[in-house]
């Protein structure tokens, strides 16, 4: 299996789906017991009927929606997306379920089956794989739109309907393998829920367009599915993206959006800060296999990037990133890299050793703001801080008023000339000018 699929989310969705149809399997038995096909159903059956499946198709949902979270801890998300999917699935069951046996009474009476009367065993299991096919598929669609997504809906109804056709072909075998209606009834049902929960999350895993692996912190190994055109990622149980027990992680830390075929990252945290690829944002633009570090967690975004030929790839070629990636600084032996063709001999080193190359005219403006032309994102910052102004005679910093100060040479000032080797530090963030 593909290293991108998640197992954990698949081995939760099929063990949530086997217990929804195993719980769902007794209101279901309350109503059936000792009626068989071949007698005449009465109209409190029927409705019954209808109800004691909804109830089962409602569990098997709700079940399937709170193993979202991969975990066993119950949070107060959870129950609110178990609850709303049991709403979703109950309501979606009636009609489904109304449909599905006026198909299913017809295929039997097509196959010999009346009062009194046991037809064609083959004609049972075609009208029991068409019954659970379109209550497969109305379950899938349930559960993707207890997310809130069109998009996850269809995913969904894919995968329910693999799901309840393969549950239908294999409830009547296990019937006549088992001496009891009531046995062959709980484990049909509890197989039918476990096919749906595995498929649905296997049509979640197969089409998910970009993914985070928890690599380090409390959570190591959990996926996140990037799903929706913004996440938000944080410690508060709101978020899609849930860093748990870290204080180092804001209840609102940083949102993912898709622009496009893009994925941006946004820092909402002040103080604490969104580092991609070891340096700090305020936005990025993410390529496959950057790594993301907030508080003590380090997350790998990946994404299934699309080729010429119109495949899909899952960890892909890295496409070049707009996120910092810092450049370690040359050792004493080594030639440091040449400027830009279009650049003079005059550039700010980063501690870090991230180099800041100087036009030989014109006006460099600097700030936490996104406006600037060199950002940087630290809450000593002023959104609008300082410039760096070129002309014929040499390169001269100025501050733009901001509250912790510009410095040269550890002195502050408001305007000073800047000569080769000069420290300059904006409010805490440190450069070296060379030129």
Not at 276 to 288: H, P, S
Not at 309 to 335: E, F
Not at 410 to 422: C, D, H, M, V, Y
Request: proline share 4%; glycine share 12%.
């Amino acid at each position: 299996m593909n290293s991108s699929i998640n197992r954990r989310e698949l081995i939760f969705k099929a063990l949530a789906g086997l217990l929804g149809g195993a719980i769902g399997w007794i209101p279901v038995e309350i109503v059936n017991h000792g009626h068989s096909l071949t007698q005449a159903e009465s109209a409190w059956l029927v409705y019954g009927n209808l109800i004691v499946m909804a109830i089962l198709a409602g569990t098997i949902g709700a079940l399937i929606s709170a193993s979202d979270d991969q975990s066993f801890t119950i949070t107060d998300a959870m129950k609110r997306r178990a609850l709303w999917s049991f709403v979703i699935c109950f309501l979606l069951s009636l009609p489904a379920t109304y449909f599905s046996n006026r198909a299913f009474s017809a295929i039997l009476a097509a196959g010999g089956w009346a009062g009194n009367h046991q037809g064609s065993i083959f004609y049972l299991i075609m009208a029991r794989i068409v019954g659970w096919t379109l209550m497969g598929m109305m379950l899938g669609i349930g559960v993707g739109l207890a997310t809130g997504s069109i998009r996850n809906a269809l995913k969904g109804a894919a995968g329910g309907w693999v799901g309840g056709f393969a549950g239908g072909i294999v409830f009547d075998p296990i019937g006549m393998l088992s001496s009891s209606g009531m046995l062959s009834r709980f484990i049909g049902f509890s197989a039918v829920g476990f096919a749906i929960g595995l498929f649905i999350g296997l049509a979640h895993e197969l089409t998910k367009a970009a993914w985070l692996v928890v690599e380090a912190g409390r959570l190591k190994g959990r996926q996140f599915r990037i799903d929706g055109p913004t996440v938000t990622i944080g410690r508060a149980e709101e978020n899609a993206i849930g860093l748990f027990g870290d204080p180092g992680v804001q209840p609102r830390h940083a949102t993912l959006e898709r622009k496009g075929d893009v994925y941006v990252i946004r820092n909402l945290a002040v103080q604490a800060g969104t580092l991609v690829n070891g340096g700090r944002i305020e936005t990025a633009t993410l390529a496959d296999g950057d790594q993301i570090k907030i508080g003590n967690y380090e997350l790998r975004f990946h994404e299934r990037v699309q080729t010429r030929d119109g495949h899909s790839l899952s960890a892909a070629a890295p496409r070049p990133s707009m996120a910092p990636r810092p450049t370690p600084a040359a050792p004493p032996s080594s030639v440091a890299p040449a400027a830009p063709v279009s650049a003079v001999e005059a550039y700010l080193e980063s501690a870090t050793g991230e180099r800041i190359w100087l036009a030989a005219s014109g006006r460099l403006s600097i700030g936490r703001a996104l406006d600037n032309d060199l950002v940087i994102s630290d809450a000593s910052v002023s959104r609008h801080h300082a410039a760096i102004e070129a002309n014929g005679a040499g390169y001269r910093v100025i501050d733009l008023g901001s509250q912790n100060g510009s410095f040269v040479n550890g002195q502050r000032i408001s305007e000073a000339p800047l000569t080769n080797g000069a420290a300059i530090r904006f409010g805490d963030a440190a450069y070296v000018f060379h030129g």
